[in-house]
């Protein structure tokens, strides 16, 4: 098993930037696929980004292409996202989330991951 927690969010202006920060328990993080997700007020759960157990494929959701880095660090067991340019619409509680898998790719399909973290909020203002 793995415990996930998030660190990072906070209250923003549009056009600035946060940076997302998610820390493993465990000594096998290299096993797990990780991915963010978020959720916004009235709406359902959304991929984010997700990152491949090596780090060197990522998959981004469309709206923010461009704008969202997610990396990972396998020796200190965190994944982190950095958000520029943010935009109101931005605005939700971000999960990260992570899947133990034989394979070498990200994942975007919520239902394949098997554990969450708590949820950060990151409330950007226009």
């Known amino acids: 098993q793995v415990q996930l927690v998030e660190s990072g969010g906070g209250l923003v202006q549009a056009g600035g930037s946060l940076r997302l920060s998610c820390a493993a328990s465990?000594?096998?993080?290299?096993?797990?696929?990780m991915g963010w997700f978020r959720q916004a007020p009235g709406k359902e759960r959304e991929f984010v980004s997700g990152?491949?157990?090596?780090?060197?494929?990522?998959y981004y959701e469309d709206s923010v292409k461009g704008r969202f880095t997610i990396s990972r660090d396998n020796v200190k067991n965190t994944v982190s996202l950095q958000m520029n340019s943010l935009k109101p619409e931005d605005t939700a509680v971000y999960y990260c989330?992570?899947?133990?898998?034989?394979?070498?790719?990200?994942?975007?399909?919520?239902?394949?991951?098997?554990?969450w973290g708590q949820g950060t909020q990151v409330t950007v203002s226009s």
């Open positions: 989330a992570a899947k133990e898998t034989f394979y070498d790719a990200p994942y975007y399909n919520e239902g394949l991951y098997d554990y």
């Open positions: 465990g000594r096998t993080f290299n096993r797990y696929v």
């Open positions: 990152i491949s157990r090596s780090g060197v494929r990522t």
